[in-house]
């Protein structure tokens, strides 16, 4: 079976609102989750608890083998330290959501109604189980490193050895629904407004970029590498500039919202 | 009733690893959720649906009324575009799971079982309900767009109309437990690594602090007011120097880790 390059609509994932900015676009979902730091994977920690439970994690949409191509559906991987409640739940498969959100631009308008953010979203829901199989586990542990930092891996001291492949555990969700949102408008207001021109004359309307910007690495008192490597000032460099571009063009290219308010 | 500056501990959030880094101090976890951008709010969508929900919305702490002081509890009012079905679910107190975390560092040690973030997360389980109120709910859609851009509510077309009252939703979570985790430690390894010249010689370990940045504010298409006001630039700037200062300042003060490795 072809995995398919979009997500199934399903009632559960199916957009109330603004359906203009919806997608189940695999792309544009794994993009979002691969892109952000930290995710945040929902989960009831016990039926006699009536609340769910929020945690940060790092996660990683990718397929297993990594040669499998199109013939194997890709899933989602997750490791965190905080996480030692869920991966004691999840021996069987435990019903999880992740999601991911990276703010592009605050959006001003006119009235506070019609405030927003530039935003993408996504959502993934799916059955998450205790990776077992060792040429997986470390395959995915290689995979969340250099997520972090690209090519941090092979500059670590590898492989793990037995203690530290028996500390550590990874998630891996199988995805049974997935979707994302994409904002990037500019502000849009009533007609109502507009023809005022007390408030349009004096209010300021537009878009605050907003983006994730790293600093210059700072060693550790045990550090004895004279030079930051070209691996980590590479990504310093590369994200800070890629980011920036990003959310200044997305500010300065944002057209009218489709559904005219937003 | 005098309100506690420090949540309950209770066996649900009971820290299970690392003791040292949880608190159940007010303050922290009110900073923490106030200063985000972003929270991520998990609940059950239907006893029918195996999988819960999180979506990204607003949320902001206080104590209503503003006067009110000790004698109530803070609550969390939470705002979201994307929020219609957890509105739609919240008539009689649904319970939630409100996260927030800020990324302040990746903290880079000798092997991949030892990296990790300097972070501050917080997590609130509560009920939800919808602010029915109408002099409760215009001062938490106030305190909300407070939040996002300090004093732009009175920058802009207010009061809201009675459409916009109408249309807009605040949701009310009465805070059943809280906690926050803060780390901000140097990397931290074994000594099995540490006294190996030939790992410590080759392996960069340290901090690459980590923080939200605002650019330069895009004008609408509409937009008529020709210099970016003061609430607006004074915004930008001030963020991103505390933020700046805030992360650089973390990587450098960090100190080991109290349990050791971290």
């Not at 399903?10 to 979002?32: C, L, M, Q, S, V």
């Not at 892109?35 to 940060?56: I, R």
């Amino acid at each position: 079976m072809q995995h398919e390059a979009s997500y199934r609509q399903t009632p559960a994932t199916t957009f109330n609102r603004r359906k203009h900015r919806g997608t189940y676009d695999a792309e544009t979902i794994h993009n979002i989750v691969n892109t952000s730091s930290v995710c945040h994977v929902g989960f009831q920690p016990s039926p006699d608890d009536p609340y769910p439970v929020v945690l940060p994690m790092i996660a990683q949409i990718a397929v297993y083998p990594p040669d499998a191509g199109d013939d194997v559906a890709p899933a989602c991987y997750l490791h965190g330290y905080v996480s030692s409640r869920l991966m004691r739940l999840g021996g069987d498969g435990l019903p999880v959501c992740i999601e991911a959100t990276k703010v592009d631009g605050f959006t001003m308008a006119l009235t506070p109604f019609n405030h927003s953010y530039n935003y993408r979203s996504a959502m993934i829901q799916g059955d998450a189980a205790v990776v077992e199989d060792p040429d997986e586990k470390i395959w995915a542990m290689q995979l969340i490193t250099n997520a972090v930092v690209p090519d941090r891996w092979a500059h670590t001291r590898v492989p793990p050895d037995a203690g530290e492949m028996q500390s550590t555990r990874i998630m891996k969700v199988r995805i049974e629904r997935a979707s994302a949102k994409v904002k990037g408008h500019v502000p849009s207001d009533e007609k109502k407004d507009l023809r005022r021109d007390d408030v349009v004359d004096d209010v300021w309307t537009g878009i605050i970029p907003v983006w994730e910007t790293f600093g210059e690495p700072v060693p550790s008192p045990y550090n004895r590498v004279k030079e930051t490597p070209a691996h980590i000032a590479d990504f310093v460099k590369n994200e800070n500039l890629n980011a920036m571009e990003f959310a200044t063009e997305a500010a300065s290219a944002a057209e009218p919202s489709k559904s005219g308010a937003s």
